[in-house]
């Protein structure tokens, strides 16, 4: 079955840089490539998603890479903020089912 | 706005009680939604998928007899943990995909604390 990996499990950054995630798959039947965000005591929001037949995508100040070949892909936040510190988490998913991966720790210090 | 509502957000109770949680999809109907179940600073398990007018889909090592599911109308699933120990104590999260066809994306309810005494 798919297994999924993330890292860092925590990441700091001072507000305004850049933070980066990544995370790799195994299952290389997998097509569907979603990034969440959880804050404490929620579920998790979706914050943007990328399909096997595209490369990159982007969304204001985020962005997911995904390189099928290597079978990883990478969220990016720029110009980061205080809000948005959080759990994020990244699934893999080729029929229905979502396997996520372990999540990062995000601290934005302002 | 949320799109996937979840009820109730906290329980706790004692061992022995059933509880009954709800996942419920506002603005769109879902034929399938999926239940997981989150440890402390752990990630999400998929613990079952619920088909609406079937019976569930559990994951293996899931206990179908201790979590029941059921997924009585095109908007309403309900897990129901039955004779629950401290063990089952846990955050329960369900989802709902808008687009019936591919399944995603998936939209989160905001979990149940269950805390059993």
């Known amino acids: 079955g798919e297994n999924v990996e993330q890292h860092p499990s925590t990441l700091s950054v001072q507000e305004g840089d850049s933070a980066v995630i990544k995370c790799t798959y195994s299952?290389?039947?997998?097509?569907?490539f979603p990034w969440y965000k959880q804050e404490l005591g929620k579920g998790p929001q979706l914050i943007i998603d990328i399909r096997s037949n595209v490369g990159e995508k982007k969304d204001q100040r985020i962005a997911v890479t995904l390189n099928k070949t290597a079978k990883h892909f990478s969220l990016h936040i720029t110009e980061t903020q205080p809000e948005d510190s959080a759990v994020y988490f990244c699934?893999?998913?080729?029929?229905?089912?979502?396997?996520f991966g372990t999540g990062t720790r995000l601290q934005v210090f302002p | 706005g949320a799109v996937v509502s979840q009820h109730p957000s906290r329980v706790i109770c004692k061992s022995g009680t059933s509880v009954k949680i709800e996942c419920r999809s506002l603005?769109?109907?879902?034929?399938?939604m999926f239940w997981y179940r989150q440890f402390p600073k752990q990630s999400l398990m998929l613990m079952a998928t619920s088909n609406e007018g079937s019976k569930a889909t559990y994951e293996q090592g899931v206990e179908k007899d201790k979590f029941l599911i059921n997924h009585a109308s095109l908007t309403l699933s309900t897990l129901t943990v039955t004779s629950a120990h401290p063990e089952d104590s846990s955050f329960y999260i369900c989802?709902?995909?808008?687009?019936?066809?591919?399944?995603?994306?998936?939209?989160f309810g905001d979990g149940t604390r269950l805390s059993i005494l």
């Open positions: 299952d290389s039947a997998s097509n569907y």
């Open positions: 603005d769109f109907q879902a034929t399938t």
């Open positions: 989802s709902a995909p808008r687009d019936p066809v591919s399944n995603q994306p998936q939209h």
């Open positions: 699934a893999a998913s080729r029929a229905d089912k979502l396997i």
